[in-house]
């Protein structure tokens, strides 16, 4: 029987669990062990459900181009479950100069489809729609320009749109799900599809049009009807209930020729394999007496985030613009980074009558309230809503979740040090690193991820 160790618990280390229980039931040799530090299962992905508000800590939905979280879903029996975001009224605000400027519609990420549209938008200068536009007529230099090298998001944006669209939206854009800076984050990691764009068009414009006129529009985001947390509850169902080890720590791992060691406080066990889905930072401490050479490779900076979802009885009290919610480009007077509008964004997530939005900090300012307790972190987050929506009614319910370090910062040259580290990797026998810092931060990449890696580790075997 080989024996594989999962360290973590969160949504990478569940979907290795899962997959490696789904192998035992037709009947792979193997047996699991999920060590999760804390008491709880699902890492950052948590809904907390509460006077019938369903409120996302962390994850709200996956992106719905990439398949693999909702495969997960079908397979656990939660097709009924699966959501789309309400498409129909899609709309993102950004703040500038104090108010909130409508984005175009049509817009993939910063690259507009319709540039009609862009002429009615009062969110950019004359510049900017001008850039724009030229884009489009720059096709052969750009793509004849384009780098061998990978570069910064920034510099990718700038020379296509110019610093404007860089600032108004590709920063907070990129900033909310990446972490950090824009001139730091790589390209190639963080925005792949549309560095392929550039390679056969050169325009992106050109490319996201080519691509409008051929595939059939789907919503952008999808999500489960009762809230992320219901697909971390199925995976745990789903995984024999004497491979999950709770409040777990584990305190070190070691590498020999019996295989691989794990400690935790209540004593150390042997394994074949190694699935190491901990956060990045802890794996690096816990790889270092293993490999010296792997743990530089797994320095990486990463930024905090701090969420808080409020809850009010009656929406007429708070009326909100259209849409999904607002970004707040970087360098602004406030400290907040976004707020979704999740009643509109999504069906089911309110009582009837109510209303629910979701303030998010990033950066800095998340780095400030991580010091903060949760009534002071909630005041802040009501005076920044209040200062930009207007004055707020009492809410029925208030969450406040801080998630240090979670947004891991995939920087220029991050595919190269990937590939670096796989080829570390290779020489540990049954070692796997899973998880946000390497290779995808959404849920779906790491769905996939693991549920490869654990199809790997029974086949080695
Ligand atoms: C605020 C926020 C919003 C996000 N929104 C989205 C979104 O809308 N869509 C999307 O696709 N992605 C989103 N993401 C990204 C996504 O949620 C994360 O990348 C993903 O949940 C990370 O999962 P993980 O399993 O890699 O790590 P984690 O969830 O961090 O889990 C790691 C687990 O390891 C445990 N652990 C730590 N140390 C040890 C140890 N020594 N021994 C044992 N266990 C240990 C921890 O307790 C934790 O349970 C968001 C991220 C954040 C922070």
Same mark, same amino acid.
């Given at each position: ?172 854009? %990129? ?5 950090? #800076? +824009? !001139? =730091? *984050?790589?390209?190639?990691? $963080?925005? @792949?599809?549309?560095?392929? &764009? ?75 394999? %190694? ?5 990045? #930072? +802890? !794996? =690096? *401490?816990?790889?270092?007496? $293993?490999? @010296?050479?792997?743990?530089? &490779? ?86 920044? *809503? ?76």
């Amino acid at each position: 029987m080989k024996r594989v160790a999962i360290v973590g618990g969160g949504v990478a280390g569940l979907a290795a669990a899962y997959e490696l229980a789904r192998l035992a039931r037709d009947g792979a040799e193997v047996q699991g062990v999920l060590f999760e530090a804390s008491t709880r299962l699902g890492g950052i992905v948590e809904t907390v459900r509460e006077g019938g508000f369903v409120i996302e800590c962390g994850p709200d939905a996956w992106v719905t181009e990439k398949p693999w979280a909702r495969e997960l879903a079908e397979e656990l029996g939660l097709g009924d479950e699966v959501m789309a975001s309400n498409d129909a009224t899609r709309k993102t605000y950004v703040l500038v100069d104090k108010k909130l400027q409508a984005m175009p519609d049509g817009m993939r990420m910063m690259v507009p489809a319709d540039l009609e549209a862009l002429d009615g938008s009062e969110l950019f200068s004359a510049g900017a729609k001008q850039a724009y536009r030229d884009e489009v007529g720059l096709a052969a230099d750009l793509k004849n320009a384009a780098p061998e090298e990978d570069e910064s998001v920034a510099d990718f944006v700038g020379r296509h749109f110019g610093g404007e669209v860089l600032e108004k939206i590709g920063a907070p854009l %990129l900033s909310g799900i990446f972490g950090g #800076d +824009v !001139a =730091r *984050l790589s390209v190639r990691a $963080v925005m @792949a599809p549309f560095v392929a &764009m550039e390679r056969e068009h050169g325009s992106l414009i050109a490319a996201v049009q080519a691509r409008a006129a051929t595939s059939k529009p789907s919503a952008v985001f999808t999500t489960l009807r009762s809230g992320m947390g219901t697909l971390v509850d199925r995976m745990i169902a789903a995984v024999t209930e004497s491979w999950i080890r709770m409040a777990a720590e584990v305190r070190f791992v070691s590498y020999g020729e019996e295989g691989w060691l794990v400690g935790t406080a209540r004593g150390v066990e042997r394994f074949d394999a %190694l699935m190491m889905a901990a956060p990045v #930072d +802890v !794996a =690096r *401490l816990l790889l270092k007496p $293993v490999d @010296a050479e792997i743990a530089p &490779m797994l320095e990486m900076d990463a930024s905090s985030a701090v969420v808080v979802g409020f809850g009010f009885a009656d929406a007429a009290r708070l009326a909100l613009p259209q849409g999904f919610g607002f970004l707040v480009p970087p360098g602004s007077d406030n400290l907040l980074m976004a707020c979704t509008f999740v009643d509109q964004k999504f069906d089911d997530r309110v009582p009837p009558g109510g209303r629910l939005v979701r303030a998010f900090f990033g950066g800095k300012a998340a780095e400030r309230l991580m010091r903060c307790g949760n009534d002071e972190t909630a005041a802040v987050a009501r005076l920044e *809503l209040a200062q930009i929506l207007g004055p707020l009614p009492e809410p029925q319910v208030t969450v406040v979740r801080r998630w240090p370090r979670s947004l891991p910062q995939y920087e220029v040259g991050h595919l190269e040090r990937m590939k670096a580290l796989d080829e570390r990797v290779q020489k540990l026998e049954g070692l796997s690193l899973l998880g946000n810092g390497y290779r995808g931060v959404g849920v779906p990449d790491l769905v996939r991820d693991a549920r490869a890696a654990a199809r790997n580790s029974v086949r080695r075997g």
